[in-house]
């Protein structure tokens, strides 16, 4: 388990809390129509913390090839028709270059300041020389408007309960996912980021915006800066 996170519920739990059988039934949003309109045709992506597929899947079907990643077999075992590897994301080397590099799931807010770094290495070490760096954030109120919560019309209900700063400008959130069946927590650490702040960390990468996707600014489509 990685420090600071923590997971509890049903089923197996990655090493940064995730349940493998939670992330199986969450459905999926308007992001593979977000990511899919945001590169060509037929783009070959690597998908960096690829868990169950929830994103894979509808991008295969979108015609997109991908190659996906999660450092958990348990995750990689629910992915089907893509080209799936096991391994933690900033250490990744593969040698290849790809259209598209999906770093999702707010993982640019890591809260250890070297992993974040480590990521953004990995996306740019994997991008080809026209490619994009599409970027999922975290939403500006996510660490302000708790506790809060939503109903899903699936029938779930998930809670962000608290976000509680633990130093260093690092929070620890915890979000629970209360099924009529099950119930399951998660424990992990995040770094909020402002705007200004997201696109410093990008450029010490040696990214840039090349333009942010959605009106809330939480998808972002980055380029190799320069």
């Given amino acids: 388990m990685r420090e600071g996170h923590q997971g509890t519920g049903p089923g197996a739990i990655t090493p940064d809390g995730c349940a493998v059988e939670l992330y199986s039934r969450l459905p999926v949003g308007t992001e593979p129509d977000i990511i899919a309109g945001a590169v ?6 690597l998908e960096l ?3 169950v597929g929830r994103m894979t899947h509808p991008l295969l079907e979108r015609g997109c090839d991908i190659t996906a990643v999660d450092e958990s077999p348990e995750m990689l075992e629910r992915v089907r028709g893509a080209r799936t590897i096991c391994s933690p994301i900033e250490t990744l080397d593969l040698g290849e270059r790809f259209d598209a590099v999906l770093l999702a799931s707010f993982l640019v807010h890591a809260g250890d300041v070297e992993v974040r770094r480590g990521l953004l290495r990995t996306c740019v070490r994997h991008l080809a020389d026209d490619g994009c760096v599409l970027i999922q954030r975290e939403g500006e109120e996510y660490h302000t408007d708790v506790p809060r919560e939503r109903v899903d019309p699936t029938g779930f209900t998930v809670r962000i309960v ?6 260093d400008g690092t929070n620890t959130v915890r979000a629970e996912y209360e ?3 099950a119930t399951w927590t998660q424990t992990f650490r995040a770094r909020p980021l402002t705007k200004e ?3 410093d960390a990008l450029a010490e990468a040696g990214l840039r915006v090349d333009e942010y996707l959605t009106d809330d600014r939480i998808w972002v489509r980055a380029v190799a800066a320069g």
């Fill in 40 to 45: 060509l045709a037929g783009a070959h992506i």
């Fill in 162 to 167: 608290s976000s509680q700063p633990v130093g």
């Fill in 49 to 51: 913390g690829c868990g």
């Fill in 197 to 199: 702040e997201f696109e």
């Fill in 179 to 181: 099924f009529p069946d």
